[in-house]
């Protein structure tokens, strides 16, 4: 059984040695460090265990839903044309004085349930962007081409199938009843696109993604891209000064180095530093625009984690934003380092927070183990080893210390 036991061994080892290792650079994280867990399970070892196995749970289930399309909501975009994306702004309801309900009233914090589900596209775009990300992962980690295969008829239905793409714009986004048919924050509908982007890298490099549909997709892309820096609302997005710029920013910048856009790119990073964090950080670290909302905690939160994207980005192309700090001071380190005490449970969290507070403070700690493994903090990642059951999230394989 010794012998039995040195042989199994041995042959896997010459089958790990001989297979061939896949370069990715990757856009929003490190497949250097990403290859080490795959490399890590492959061998036994237990640290990532669960949370892949919870992955591959999530994935099986990605095999029988979908797959999803604009086609597929109730009502129709005041285009007349179902391709169009369709949503409504959450936090806007009926006003109860008015008979017709109509303009609505803004509620901040509150989501409106008729905003969600299947009158519009917000539902079906989510379970894209997360079933995408789950199957390129699940597919990374494993080789289970089956993923891969599931992944691209989600690609084909959505971007390139005529009969049930979306078109390359969000004009509809985040309509208001009896105010707009769609406004430029609609756009971080969209934020999750940095979800999309690794998947599309994976399945490229392992050529899953042929040639023909590569093209059609980056063609979509490309027109969506334009729509994004010369439409209405994609030039008041920019000119967002909260979340929505710096989330803005990371669409367009991720969305530019995926097609090989690399000088618009950094030309774009350079001026995050001026644009987005000198005037969306106090000297303190704090983020005002965010700590006035409802939600404080998980504003600030989602903020930063746009910071971290950028940041991450920025490193790739020679621009420094992790490290850069105005003169007096602003910096995405002093707006984590003003969230640091509360993550570590040193400091109870005083701005008003709708909703269950603990869980913004586990959401909270995900980006100080983005931040820490991205930028080798060791007191970041002292906190991201307290996040509680990291089984659960996706990012203790894509963000690993």
Known sequence: MK????LSIFLITIFLSCQKKVQINGIYVDFDKIEKVKNDL??????????????IQKAESALNEGPFSVMDK??????GDKHDYLSMGPYWWPDPEKTDGLPYIRRDGEVNPETRGDNVDRTSAAKLFSNIEILG????????KKYAEKAIQLIEIWFINPETLMNPNLEYAQGIPGRTEGRGIGIIDWSGINRLISPFQILEATGYLKDETKIQLYNWFEAYHNWLVASKNGIDEDDYFNNHGTWYDVQVVGIELML???ELAKTRLEKVKDKRIAPQVE??????????????????TM????FIHLAKMGEKNDID????ETRDGRSIKKALNFLLPVAQSKNKWTYQQLGHLDDAIETLKINFQMAGSLFNEPDYITVAKSIKNPENNIETLLYPF
């Open 283 to 300: 000297p303190d670290g704090s983020q005002p625009h965010e700590l006035a909302r409802t939600k404080s905690l998980g504003y600030s």
């Open 74 to 79: 109730k009502r129709t975009p005041p285009s």
């Open 42 to 55: 492959k061998k036994g070892e237990q640290q990532y265990t669960r949370a892949f196995n919870i992955l």
């Open 303 to 306: 903020n930063l984690r746009g």
């Open 321 to 324: 934003l992790w490290n850069f």
């Open 260 to 262: 090989g856009k690399t």
């Open 3 to 6: 012998i039995y036991s040195l």
């Open 137 to 144: 992962w699940a597919f990374y980690f494993s080789d289970e």
